[in-house]
């Protein structure tokens, strides 16, 4: 696979600054006063190929705020500093260059077609046969409650409640990992699926899945039947400052790429003409701590594997939105936005942190560059209402800010609020922002909301 780096880039990357004052202020957002600032502006460049050329500047200011205590409640997984070395990379690390890898993933999509033709195999496609519905998307942009894995019925009930009266919180997104669907080998529960979409569409709101692959304190990744040598032990394991430790999938193995698809596609002939099912997103990039080195050709591989299952999804889902957040490693990240983009996936981050000079540099510079060609949905996790970066001091950022932030600076379609009620209990001071009288009560609230160039036709439900 083709490596350039940024050196051999310089000549032909341009860097320009991106402002954006942050503003603080009373309850009434039309009455907003400007606040201190504390700047910082990170500049990367954009790999690209011959005649292309991007430019990623960005200087932001960050206010913070006040809030109130409240209770503790859906306790959030210990991923304290879960990005590891390989994650933070230097701008003189080698990176993959994205038309090449574009290419690499059409040669080989069609490669596999052909063989699968040849064998008499029928693959899954969404245009083989075009059904009802056909190219129309579900299209419902706005606001959304994000919940975790193991959140528990009466706080995704409880979430509802508190925005069944709010049109522009379209749903709930909902996390459920890999070991939660599959027990055995094509053995798949989605119960816990059916029951919060149908809590959802009695509410009048919509779901959002998050397939989870990367797992915390002790969690597993994958099942266990792939826990043998013909998956490469199905995962790898990662850690955290905190001494807990988790898994990665181990997506530089073909054969866990696989089973991955063939969940993915199972879920997309349950739920992808479901009017209540609005999309699904999959986790972070960021590897994590790895605690066994992997080589480069193992990482190479899962990014290559990554953008398969991306297409794979893109695919399974052809009526409903597919995201992928994206962080880490900086130097995979162009490449795999440049196919994410041209699949038509969405793109997204799992924090929205106001000040995070890392993120500045490996992801939120794509943004602009994919706003009103695919979707774009940001997440607001626990990290982001305590600091204004990750691993930042307890600044408790205002929510005000953040909204700004994902919706001027990273142009958000959606935006997803973790429901997190622990410390100063940010989640009150969300839903108050959400009465405010100055916030947009009607539509996608503020958010941009015009349909995609890559879709071919959205609209709000597939059928009446």
Not at 112 to 122: N, P
């Amino acid at each position: 696979m083709k490596l350039l780096t940024k050196r051999k880039l310089s000549a032909c990357a341009i860097a320009c600054s991106v402002f954006l004052g942050a503003c603080g202020g009373g309850e009434d957002l039309s009455q907003e006063t400007t606040a201190q600032t504390e700047s910082a502006t990170a500049a990367g460049t954009y790999a690209v190929a011959e005649q292309r050329e991007y430019a990623k500047g960005i200087e932001v200011g960050t206010a913070p705020a006040s809030s109130q205590i409240g209770a503790e409640v859906d306790l959030p997984e210990d991923s304290s500093i879960r990005f590891g070395p390989y994650d933070l990379l230097s701008d003189s690390f080698p990176i993959l260059d994205p038309l090449t890898f574009v290419n690499e993933q059409a040669a080989e999509a069609n490669a596999s077609a052909a063989a699968a033709m040849e064998s008499g195999a029928v693959r899954e496609s969404a245009s083989a046969t075009p059904e009802a519905g056909g190219n129309t998307i579900k299209w419902n942009p706005g606001h959304y409650v994000e919940y975790g894995s193991n959140a528990g019925d009466w706080v995704i009930d409880a979430g509802l409640e508190e925005t069944k009266n709010m049109p522009f919180v379209k749903g709930i997104m909902v996390r459920a990992d890999w070991t939660q669907l599959e027990k055995g080998k094509g053995e798949y529960n989605f119960s816990r699926i059916d029951r919060y979409l149908n809590k959802a569409q009695a509410k009048g709101k919509r779901l959002f899945l998050t397939l989870g692959t990367k797992t915390f304190n002790g969690g597993r990744a994958v099942p266990d039947y792939m826990r043998t040598a013909k998956y490469s032990g199905g995962a790898f394991r990662i850690g955290t400052i905190e001494g807990t430790f988790g898994e990665n999938m181990a997506l530089y193995d073909d054969d866990v790429r696989d089973r991955l698809i063939a969940l993915i596609q199972a879920l997309g002939r349950r739920y992808n003409k479901h009017n209540a099912f609005e999309g699904i997103t999959f986790n972070e990039t960021a590897f994590g701590k790895i605690v066994r080195d992997l080589s480069d050709e193992q990482k190479q591989r899962f990014f290559s594997n990554l953008a398969k299952v991306n297409t794979a999804a893109r695919q399974a889902f052809p009526n409903s939105v597919v995201i992928q957040f994206i962080n880490y490693p900086a130097n995979f990240m162009p490449a795999l936005f440049e196919n994410m983009k041209d699949k038509g996936v969405g793109m997204g981050g799992p924090d929205v942190f106001i000040n995070d000079p890392d993120l500045n540099r490996s992801a939120y510079g794509f943004n602009a560059h994919a706003t009103g060609i695919v979707p774009i949905g940001m997440k607001v996790e626990s990290d982001c209402y305590n600091a204004v970066r990750h691993g930042g001091p307890y600044t408790k950022p205002d929510v005000r800010d953040i909204y700004r932030f994902a919706r001027d600076r990273l142009h958000a379609n959606y935006i997803f609020w973790y429901r997190y009620t622990e410390r100063h209990n940010p989640w009150n001071d969300v839903l108050k922002m959400f009465k405010g009288e100055a916030f947009p009560a009607g539509g996608s609230g503020g958010l941009k909301n015009s349909c995609p160039s890559k879709f071919g036709n959205c609209a709000p439900k597939l059928w009446n």
